[in-house]
């Protein structure tokens, strides 16, 4: 198999409204993202994927893009986007940019041509129908909205100001080919292709994803893009299997470089619910069966994953399935060594690797998404309390990940000077931030940091194949084995004692969150203990 540096690279994912206001409006911007790279060179990370800095009237935070060669004026400009592409340069530090192909804002140029002249090529850039059928839009309501001025409805899986491109026509394809060669020559380092599995669609059968053409589409991409440099493409894909994963990243396909996958973020909600209605536990069988399958189904050579707990649009995992109480440093320490030491190539979300939590929303008024606050007006129609609204949205609301990144106890958590910035900062700030974390030895950010170099050095990573354990149902323990080593990674999922007794002769401590010795000498792991240790 041919290696490639996105193999043994670590991933640090940005959500720029929220990392650095560097201009004093509440809002973080390119700038600020260009004053962090030593931060970020610090923790050792491989590249940067930015959402979307691209002009948006932000209806969607930025995956509404009106133009896809500008930048939106709250993050600055191009000379900012040029200044943070040669400064992250200096620190062999790649750019990956957010790709937003399934659909354009409705102030995109294309789509006000479509609107007022239906006879322009750009009409059919977009999807027209004279009725609309059953389909719904992920954030609410159908995907059909009526357009006055033509007689005609439009399809939108998104928002209304979210228009769906009509990848079937082949001219709006080459000016997609064409953006993306823009901002390949500029010096980027790849794409994270957002909801990618949905442009090959056909709505008048009722697919809305994985379509029989979505294959070709990409091959073509490829061919008149990024196949022809050494870059990162990541494709963001809801619905895959193993089997579809193969497909996006058999290097032989010459598709995609690896997907994101979210079987195991499934497990955050009721079976066959609503994204709202989530679970209160972690069922830990069900996350050991999804990884083991994901960890040996898509095999070395025919394909690649990703290895993420957290994003821009899921809550923060600490509140999801660790421990935000006395055990908050230690659970984040073993959720990290848990993932990281998987094969796939590792995603940090900002705060991450300082332990941020979900925030404590109390009133509607301190929301920002247009997915929970949808959600909460068709909720609250339906007659459900506002209590248990909060209470769904606190937990698994997407503005949880976007509050700002909590750089110190200063104003703001040092993330502004504003006196009102965007989305509230977590009040926790004060105790959780990236000073007192760089302070502290034993913090999670150096537990962060030395992941991030092992998967530099040590092949295995890569190379290993991967063994499930059979243990108790809240120990998660995996070997990773090659011709020569083996290496054992135990977890203790629970803040309870659990027996884990094993009998391999220990050659080194890898990584550890605890003290070896009392689990080796009474076969027992305390709350949330996690070791990596090779074994002979």
């Known amino acids: 198999m041919q290696k490639h540096w996105w193999h043994k690279a670590t991933i640090y994912q940005i959500y720029p409204k929220s990392f650095m206001d560097s201009n004093g409006d509440g809002i973080g911007d390119l700038k600020g993202i260009t004053s962090k790279l030593d931060y970020l060179q610090k923790l050792g990370i491989t590249a940067l994927w930015l959402s979307p800095v691209y002009d948006s009237p932000m209806d969607d935070n930025g995956y509404d893009i009106a ?32 790709l937003v192909v399934n659909h354009t804002s409705d102030e995109h140029a294309w789509f006000i041509e479509a609107r007022e002249n239906p006879e322009s090529p750009e009409r059919d850039f977009y999807i027209w129908r004279d009725k609309p ?11 059909w909205e009526y357009d006055e001025p033509s007689g005609q409805y439009y399809l939108h899986f998104f928002s209304k100001k979210q228009p769906d491109l009509n990848w079937e026509n082949p001219q709006l394809r080459q000016k997609v080919y064409d953006m993306m060669n823009f901002w390949i020559d500029k010096g980027i380092g790849g794409f994270r292709m957002d909801v990618i599995d949905m442009i090959g669609k056909i709505p008048d059968q009722l697919i809305d994803t994985n379509g029989p053409r979505l294959h070709d589409y990409i091959k073509e991409m490829n061919q008149a893009s990024f196949g ?19 497909q996006y990243s058999n290097p032989d396909n010459q598709e995609l470089s690896m997907v994101f996958q979210f079987e195991h973020i499934g497990l955050q909600h009721k079976p066959d619910s609503p994204k709202w209605e989530y679970e209160k ?54 959720l990290a060594i848990l993932l990281h030491l998987m094969r796939g190539t590792p995603y940090i979300y900002q705060g991450e690797e300082i332990g941020m939590t979900n925030y404590p929303f109390r009133t509607l008024e301190e929301l920002n998404d247009i997915e929970s606050l949808n959600y909460a007006k068709e909720a609250l129609e339906k007659g459900a309390s506002i209590e248990v ?42 105790d959780i931030n990236v000073e007192s974390a760089l302070a502290n030895p034993e913090s999670i950010f150096y537990t962060y940091q030395k992941l991030v170099a092992l998967r530099k050095t040590q092949d295995w990573l890569v190379d290993a194949d991967f063994e499930l354990l059979e243990t108790a149902e809240k120990v998660f323990a995996y070997i990773r084995k090659t011709e020569d080593s083996s290496y054992l990674v135990v977890v203790n999922l629970s803040a309870q004692e659990q027996d884990f007794c094993y009998d391999f002769d220990r050659a080194e401590v890898v990584i550890a ?19 990596c240790v090779k074994v002979k």
């Open 133 to 143: 059928n059953e389909l719904v839009s992920i954030f609410s309501g159908s995907a």
């Open 228 to 246: 022809k440099h050494d870059l990162l493409t990541v494709g963001e894909t809801w619905g895959a299997t193993p089997e579809i994963a193969k």
């Open 389 to 430: 609204i909060m209470d769904q949205i606190r937990q698994v609301g997407r503005d949880n990940a976007r509050t700002p990144m909590q750089w110190d106890t200063s104003k703001n958590a040092g993330f502004s000077i504003s006196d009102k910035t965007w989305l509230p900062v977590n009040p926790n700030y004060k």
């Open 281 to 334: 536990e972690l069922d830990v069988s069900a996350l050991k069966a999804i990884f083991n399958k994901w960890q040996t189904e898509l095999e070395l050579g025919q394909g690649w994953n990703s290895l993420f707990w957290n994003n821009h649009d899921l809550p923060r995992i600490l509140s999801m399935w660790g421990d935000t109480g006395v055990y908050r440093e230690k659970s984040a320490k073993a």
């Open 513 to 531: 969150n605890t003290e070896l010795e009392p689990i080796a000498d009474q076969g027992k792991l305390q709350a949330w203990d996690a070791i």
């Open 67 to 98: 133009n896809y060669e500008a930048i939106a004026d709250i993050f600055g400009d191009m000379s900012d986007m040029d200044e943070l592409l040669a400064e992250a340069k200096k620190r062999d530090i790649q750019i990956v940019m957010d």
